[in-house]
């Protein structure tokens, strides 16, 4: 997962930064214990990651969530993302591409704009997103909203800060006191002491990675792998410990939920993920499902196959956390609403496993374009969609440019894996992909036996 700058961009060092480590897996099938039943009465998780930054060049608001079905189908959403300081705090702030509390909770929005058709008004202490979240929850009530932390540009002090016992205390204290308790700091007449109080019902951890290499700034250490678990009982413990201190009478306190985004690459597994332990601790894990190849290599490749013989794929991601001691039940898989692309391929057939000049044009970023610009490439006529109807991929290619991405009928595959092998459910990046009807996602409910 990774936070772009505001215009959208990425680079190639950034996108061959995330395989750094990856080795081949093994591919034995899992056992029957491992396979849970196929039972459509289950309710499965269904996460999407809503972009901050995306409400500017993309214009992707709260609301179209609503008008395009998407929070009716969605159990949670995880707003990417929260920042840690230098000095290992959770913090906010207008601080150019560290923070950016104007969309987080200042900028008003007019009527037309709004979840609730109201226009904000100059004197609410939450405005923004967060307002907008807080009635997209009220009008779908049970959906969850969680923070997620980090992101693949902002991990870069995660191992500074879960380095001792006092600092992940602190760290941990910190998170819940911006997000869980909502105290924002005061941006003229927003923020203030539970401004943003109820709105997040959770924390999803996007530390990118403990014990291996992300991007340029982010530290990694050795015991990384030791440090995190650690933090993340940290979080379990304050988390639990905050909902008691709250429960202002009732019976039972709320469940404050704690997620991470997971790496698919068995290396970076085994440097910073000791996962018996973790699981105890975790309601749940979103697993990297995508960028298996990613545009910055000189070859086109698959970049979120459900099944790839000797190469990456969700089914050996699955495999290795489950043989590593995760419950299938908590495991949430990942799917793309984008596209991985290549330009100046050469070596004809259907271009898949041939030599490329570079990343592939596009709107936001070189090589990354969202599902809904390729639909209507694939409908252009001017590309060929091909398929691997048996591994589970798709990808366009005019003979020049080939782009790999997931498209209805993949994610009627990957829905139906999920069912067979009583995973968790599905998780999205990022929602603002998708069509304006939301076609992805209800692809996806219909493949989990939902709307």
């Not at 009478?249 to 290396?267: C, D, I, R, W």
């Not at 599902?371 to 969609?385: D, H, N, P």
Request: proline share 4%; glycine share 12%.
């Amino acid at each position: 997962m990774r936070r772009r700058t505001l215009t959208g961009l990425t680079t190639a060092a950034g996108a061959l930064a995330m395989l750094a480590g990856l080795a081949p897996a093994a591919t034995a099938g899992p056992s029957a214990h491992d396979r849970g039943p196929d039972r459509h009465d289950r309710v499965y998780r269904s996460v999407g990651y809503f972009t901050q930054w995306g409400v500017y060049g993309r214009d992707f608001q709260v609301k179209d969530l609503d008008t395009s079905g998407t929070a009716a189908r969605l159990t949670h959403i995880n707003y990417a993302f929260g920042n840690v300081s230098a000095e290992g705090r959770c913090f906010t702030g207008n601080v150019p591409g560290e923070a950016d509390a104007w969309a987080d909770y200042a900028r008003p929005l007019d009527a037309a704009g709004s979840v609730d058709g109201v226009a904000d008004t100059g004197t609410q202490p939450l405005a923004g997103n967060f307002n907008q979240l807080r009635e997209l929850k009220a009008a779908h009530p049970g959906l969850k909203v969680m923070i997620s932390l980090g992101g693949w540009s902002w991990s870069t002090h995660f191992s500074d800060a879960a380095r001792t016992a006092a600092s992940r205390k602190a760290l941990v204290s910190s998170c819940i006191d911006l997000y869980i308790k909502g105290n924002l700091p005061v941006d003229g007449a927003r923020g203030g002491e539970g401004a943003a109080a109820g709105l997040f019902d959770g924390i999803d951890l996007d530390w990118e990675w403990p014990g291996s290499a992300g991007d340029t700034d982010t530290v990694y250490r050795p015991e990384d792998k030791r440090n995190f678990t650690a933090l993340v009982h940290e979080f379990r413990t304050q988390l639990d410990a905050y909902a008691r201190s709250a429960r202002k009478g009732k019976a039972k306190p709320k469940h404050y939920e704690l997620s991470a985004f997971v790496p698919t690459a068995p290396a970076k597994i085994d440097a910073g993920f000791d996962v018996p332990r973790l699981m105890r601790d975790f309601d749940f894990v979103n697993l990297q499902g995508y960028d298996f190849h990613v545009s910055g290599e000189t070859t086109t490749a698959q970049q979120s196959a459900l099944y790839a013989k000797g190469d990456f794929s969700v089914d050996q991601t699955v495999r290795d956390w489950i043989g590593r001691g995760a419950p299938a039940r908590k495991l949430v898989m990942g799917m793309p609403f984008y596209g991985q692309g290549w330009t100046g391929v050469t070596g004809g057939g259907d271009g898949l496993g041939r030599p490329a000049t570079g990343p592939a044009p596009a709107t936001w970023a070189a090589g990354y374009e969202d599902y809904k610009v390729l639909k209507k490439l694939a409908a252009s006529g001017a590309y060929t969609v091909h398929r691997d109807v048996r591994n589970g991929h798709a990808w366009l290619f005019d003979g020049t440019t080939l782009w790999t991405y997931d498209d209805p009928q993949v994610l009627r595959a990957k829905t139906s894996y999920i069912r067979e092998r009583g995973l968790g459910g599905a998780m999205f990046w990022s929602l603002d992909g998708d069509t304006d009807d939301g076609e992805l996602m209800a692809a996806v409910a219909r493949g989990l036996g939902g709307r």
